[in-house]
């Protein structure tokens, strides 16, 4: 078979930083080829670079076996070649029907809008890919899922030949996966090459054909999908090895300490009538799609979703969490789902950052604060946790996702609490620093912390919790206990 | 050395652009700009917008904007002043009265702000207009005289050549870099203000800092109000207007970023001596009118935030580059 894209030693770099360093990559016509690697390898740049977004500063570009020594993005998109960014670069306040034709009515240098001709363009986009949808409707109404189903349909009005797909499942629940899935299968059938970037390790092996992985700006290995193993991919990822088999080992019921955390026909809005029981020691998993309440859940237990009816028990004694304060005295934590916009400060700097849970104590009676103790305070927590930083005055926005969630980790370890509520822990977090997680959730269990872990990822909550509560739609449909805890187990409760 | 390394960059580059100033004024206009009677007046004026500026600012630093400054300051001026005019009303009562009532016309803000979620420009723009509503009623609408010697002696007494206002002005300066800069509840509006979402997240109780900050604003209003009391002898509901605007060219001059989390007060003092300073300059040729003043003000703002954008991508640059 032959190549519809093939570079070659391709080298870029911005101000000092070598973000390429000479990265080789060949994909043939009509597979599905998966493009990896962690959080700042070089991923996005080598997709701006056959895109023409960037020039590389050597290097060789051929596609469909014609050579371009220089590449300006409407090179590719004559080429073929369409990238489908996360953001999906579409128009929100905007119709479908916009969104799909704008693109050929501004090629062909049309001054005037004609409504039937767009609906018409429209109707040929999304009938390539069997996509139902309103196409009246504004595209900022629609599910994330439905604007990338737009952002292929308008791709395959440009008559594209190499799809580059930039981490397209982030956004989307496991349905809507299998649905993209499908759609790329499809488009595969069709003589449509893909390249699909991604880190998580199960849709690349369910997909692919071929994978290529890169590791600071260069690749580590090409190979067919079927060579290719879970060990294997982890460390070419990271260059680490990792001991997963005892993060998977689980604590029998009976195993833990006192009971910390009691619920008992707890409701509140998104859920109803949740009861469970938490130890001293126990990870707790709590597992459902999105709007299944898990996220309320934990809301509530933080005092920031008041319950309407039901009891919530701290160490025996029934508690009123009023407010996020009163969450705090009464030793719980929360990690928020959504680092960027509910966990951190990103323009201030990781001292702030660490510390802003522990001001009134760093400060004393007087309220008035050292910087001193505010600064050792910090540098203690970035070196337990292992932040890797060479500065904690910059600001927190400067570290990877890894590090950036260990920095909201540190704020609430250092107030030593009884319960650690994390939603979403591993979220946009790459493997080695993942794995550091799971590996501090269970040295602090180990210690007697209880740790509930509230997540979509089925596959997360098996690998480090000891028990999980699944919830639907509101409501708890069942609780797997320590050898009970497995994928076909949990697929059961779910439905 | 190292004590200018930690010095706030900002803080730096602004003490450099005032002594050029001083700088190039004295050599172009040194006879008629470098006298002690010029530096007084100088001291005087710039003490009671200087104030505003500061109050105006530590709301922008928590995330907010307080337009209702100047009116919070004659309404607080207006109140001390019918109060002085009573025979037998202590004069210290009066200004308790008057700052008191500042901070309840800040409390009154921060209560729309943090428990209605008004967006602060617009709760302090519809604030302000009761506030100047208030003191039209409560003074008739004419502008309130006949402050007592006593008090009115304190626009023109100097303490070794230096006003006494300004001497006020520099005493809040430094209470307040104390405040924002080392105290958990300043650095609580730093953090509201750059994510009030991550601040409730962190256990900050946002209706707290908020309502604290605008009564702050407000309190420190009340205090310029006092010295333009003192100064000019009388107070009115209208006076000084144009003022708002040029608070918020101060702050943002000073380094307030106008989206919240940044800003220091020694930035925003620094600031209002080069803008006195400019403007007394501009004042030395009578060939500038009064007229330009207004586009000179909108080009430095506009200028500044220019700049201060262009600082700000560039030390995200590097600092991303650092890590």
Redesign the interface.
Known sequence: MENILSVKGIKKSF???HALKGVDLTIRKGEIHCLAGENGCGKSTIIKVISGFYQPDEGSIEIDGKGYPVMTPSDAIRAGVQVIYQDFSIFPNLTVIENLAFNQVLANRKKLVNRKEFRRIAEEAVAKINFEVDLNALVETLPVADKQLIAISRALLENAKLIIMDEPTTALTKKEVARLFEIIADLKKRGITILFVSHKLDEVFEISDSITILRSGENVISCPASEMNEEKFAYYMTGRHFDTQQLGQKKKKGAFGETVLECEHLSAAGFEDVSFQLHQGEILGITGQLGSGRTELSLSLFG?NRPVSGRIKVEGNEVDIR???T??SLGIA?V?EDRL????????SII?NIT??R??GL?GKT???N?KTVTEESEKWVKELGV????HE??V???SGGNQQKVVLA?WLANRPKVLILNGPTVGVDIGAKYDIHTLLHQLAEEGMAVIVVSDDTAEVIATCDSAIIMQGGRMTGRLESQDLTEANLAKAAI | MKKLKTMDENVLRLTILLFAFLLIAGVTKGDSFLKVSIFQTMGKQLSEYGLMAVGCGICMISGGIDLSCVYVANLCGIVAGLLMQKSGFPIWAAVIAAIVTGAACGAFNGFLISCLKIPAMLATLGSYQLFQGISVVISGGSSVGNIPKAYSAFGSVTVMGIPAAFLVFLAIIIAMSFFMGKTVFGTRIYLVGTNAKSAMFAGIKNKTILTGTYMLSGLISGCAGLLSLARINSAKADFGTSYTMQCILIAVLGGVNPNGGFGSIPGIAIAVLILQMLSSYLNTFPDISNYYRDSIWGIALIGVLIINFTLEKRKTARQAKMN
């Not at chain 1, 916009?341 to 201030?348: K, N, R, V």
């Not at chain 1, 890797?388 to 500065?391: F, M, R």
């Open positions: 101000g000092g930083v920031l407010d996020v304060t969450a705090q929360l928020p916009t509910e966990g951190l400060f990103l323009p201030q702030r802003v849970t001001l009134d400060a309220g008035i604060l910087s890797a930083t060479k500065n910059l600001p926005q400067t570290l704020r």
